[in-house]
């Protein structure tokens, strides 16, 4: 998000899912796509049924892969070489869009001089992608009329994750490709409201609608409407938080709805400082694994029983209507929290979700025309939409960026936090699978999905399987400097030689324990896709 | 039996499906034909959406630590002791020393209520999700 909003003004999906199938190239890096996102993928999977190009950037040879016209298999965390060299390309073949450059953009030359000097061949030897793979790529992305790139947490979850973004975004805007309909840089968000949490300010800097923390005009203007002074600094991240130690400076938590005690970096680090806290209280539906360390838990009302807002991954602000009255005691969390801030002396009071959102809609600029009498009665809007008779927007900097010129950011290569070495040999990469969903509170309590898939699996090359004398099946002991974990060996050629995957989904084999907790300082991001381990055989387990 | 057209919560592409209501109980699930994104489509999870929402070990009444264990307690009880908790830390320490995590799964007027929550009745910015997990 911090990558898109420095080059284009905006850390949203450019386009709306449909516009992907009209797309004659689509080039996807760094996201599983067909089992993180299945309508997303859906959309590419038609486009190249009609003849579009598909290009996967990705080390594994995921089921998207395998469909592509052109596969990119990089070295995890070379995502910055491999685009630059592809913009190399694009240059050397004048296949830049001079007139937009010229048009819509700023710093292009810090942006040429930069890869002018670039060592072509050394860079693309980086990637472990050969160049004339590389070069084709760059040709057939530069050459299309309709080209769109879909990114996710391969791309953002190292520690480069915010140049990783904004060097996607130098290479949309060097071939011109953004602006238009079926054209542009799409993000995919991960979790169902991913991107309404971002718009409704609940980060450390920014106050809803993405206006800044640190702007006085900003903060006068919630100070105005909310009748309160408004702390001036920017607060700590999510990691700064539950990294802190267990005397660290914050005394006190409220955690609703997530559980970093599965889904956080170095799982050992959040246990010792939500241990250590003076107060801890959690909001959930199940009792978590980070619920199970609070002082109060509280019955929290699952998204069937209750109203309000979701935004997906294409802006798209749509209603979530109450089917069935909370079981037991249970209250919706906008129930609970009012209480509590009465309780706080900052009195809160709304009588439906509705009155929420004309507050939202008041106070944020890109939510100014979202009514719920509005949402209700279509499939939603898509921000911006800045008053009560505009029609939303299907895609993004038509005319003109978010934030006037799109910005060119030349990066080069940073070497991921931790490599494989002599040790710790492997290199480990995390990620998602179809049947379960972030932490699996809710996907492992369904008797369907659990049948699907029920443990979690090591993807190995067979290879390296057999140079550990694995079988299918077996259980290995995998290990990093941080924590150990054991789990079933799947010996694909999924994964090359030198590489290992797994997902996070379950409690009994939290592979967190091994992630390493370096992150990118831009996006506060932990490098979930590089971390150094080694595999033993379990013997008779 | 009837039926409650509502959003997925199983990922950012937000299909539109509807809820089978029968008893007052959610029980079945089935995509929108004309949503945008859906288009009469669900991943295996939006199929099973219900399972998790009438499962048994869903958590029914507040709960707060006595000793190792968390027994079960009255809304007013879990409220005032939370209410307390969070005051006394912010009035010795300051709001920087409250720590506060929305949720990506949450809607959006709660996420809204929750950062409202941290930045005035508790005075701190340390409010932030799982936006990168």
């Not at chain 1, 990093?480 to 989904?505: C, K, N, P, W």
């Not at chain 2, 929108?32 to 099973?48: A, E, F, M, T, Y």
């Not at chain 2, 949720?103 to 941290?118: R, W």
Request: charged share 20%.
């Amino acid at each position: 998000m911090a990558g898109l909003a420095t080059t284009f003004g905006s850390g949203a999906m450019t386009n709306s899912i449909n516009e992907i199938e009209n797309a004659e190239v689509i080039l996807v890096s760094g996201s599983n796509t067909t089992e993180a996102h299945p309508q997303v993928a859906r959309r590419m999977l038609d486009a190249v049924d009609r003849g579009a190009r598909l290009i996967v950037i990705d080390p594994r040879r995921t089921r998207l892969a395998e469909c592509a016209h052109l596969h990119l298999a990089l070295r995890p965390g070379t995502d910055i070489p491999l685009l630059n060299a592809m913009m190399r390309v694009l240059l050397d073949e004048g296949l830049a869009d001079d007139l937009f450059i010229e048009m819509r953009t700023e710093n292009f030359l810090a942006l040429r001089d930069m890869l002018n000097r670039l060592d072509l061949e050394a860079t693309a030897a980086l990637t472990g992608v050969p160049l004339a793979l590389i070069s084709q790529a760059a040709q057939l992305y530069g050459r299309a009329r309709k080209a769109v790139i879909c990114y996710c947490l391969g791309v953002t979850q190292h520690v480069c994750g915010t140049e990783n973004v904004q060097t996607i975004a130098n290479l949309a805007m060097l071939a011109g490709h953004i602006e238009k309909e079926d054209t542009g840089v799409d993000p995919l968000r991960g979790q169902n409201n991913v991107q309404g949490a971002c718009d409704m300010g609940a980060l450390p800097n920014m106050l809803p609608s993405y206006q800044a923390v640190a702007n006085q005009d900003y903060r006068d203007k919630f100070e105005r409407a909310w009748g309160v002074s408004l702390p001036e600094a920017p607060g700590k991240t999510l990691v700064e938080m539950t990294h802190g130690g267990a005397q660290g400076s914050i005394r006190g938590m409220y955690i609703m709805g997530e559980n970093p005690m599965l889904s956080d970096p170095t799982l050992k680090k959040v246990e010792e400082t939500l241990r250590g806290l003076d107060f801890l209280v959690v909001s959930d539906i199940f009792l978590t694994e980070t619920a199970r360390l609070a002082q109060v838990v509280f019955p929290a009302a699952c998204f069937a029983e209750k109203s309000g807002s979701f935004t997906n991954s294409e802006r798209r602000v749509q209603m979530v209507r109450q089917a069935v009255t909370p079981p037991g005691e249970c209250r919706a969390d906008s129930e609970i929290i009012m209480e509590l801030s009465g309780r706080l002396g900052y009195g809160m009071e709304y009588n439906s979700s509705a009155e929420v959102m004309e507050e939202i809609a008041m106070l944020s600029p890109i939510y100014g025309g979202m009514h719920h009498d509005r949402l209700d009665q279509s499939w939603g809007l898509q921000w911006p939409c800045w008053d009560r008779s505009h029609p939303g927007t299907p895609f993004l900097h038509k005319y003109y960026f978010t934030r006037g010129r799109g910005h060119f950011m030349p990066a080069g290569h940073t070497a991921p936090g931790e490599l494989p070495d002599p040790e710790y040999p492997l290199l480990l990469m995390t990620g998602r699978i179809y049947h379960h969903y972030h932490t699996g509170t809710m996907t492992r309590k369904s008797e369907r999905l659990t049948r699907e898939c029920d443990h979690a699996v090591l993807q190995i090359n067979p290879a390296d399987a057999k140079a550990h004398g694995l079988r299918q099946g077996e259980s290995v002991r995998l290990s990093s400097r941080r924590g150990e974990i054991t789990l079933a060996a799947e010996i694909t050629d999924q994964v090359a030689t030198g590489m290992v995957y797994t997902t996070f989904h379950f409690h009994e084999a939290p592979i967190n324990l091994l992630t390493n907790d370096a992150f990118d300082t831009g996006s506060g991001c932990p490098e979930y896709k590089v971390c150094a381990v080694r595999v033993k055989k379990m013997v008779n387990s | 039996m009837h039926d409650v057209l509502t959003t997925c919560v199983y990922c950012g592409c937000g299909c539109g499906l509807y809820l089978h209501v029968e008893d007052a109980k959610v029980c079945g699930s089935q995509p929108s034909r004309h949503h945008p994104v859906s288009r009469d489509n669900l991943c295996v999870k939006g199929w099973h959406i219900h399972e998790s929402v009438n499962h048994p070990d869903r958590l029914t009444t507040p709960l707060i630590r006595k000793g190792d264990a968390l027994v079960p307690a009255t809304w007013e009880e879990a409220l005032d002791f939370t209410a307390q908790q969070l005051g006394s830390i912010r009035d010795q320490h300051g709001g920087k020393a409250i720590g506060v995590l929305a949720s990506a799964k949450c809607t959006n007027e709660e996420n809204y209520l929750l950062q409202k929550f941290a930045r005035t009745a508790l005075n701190t910015n340390n409010v932030d999700h799982c936006a990168r997990l």
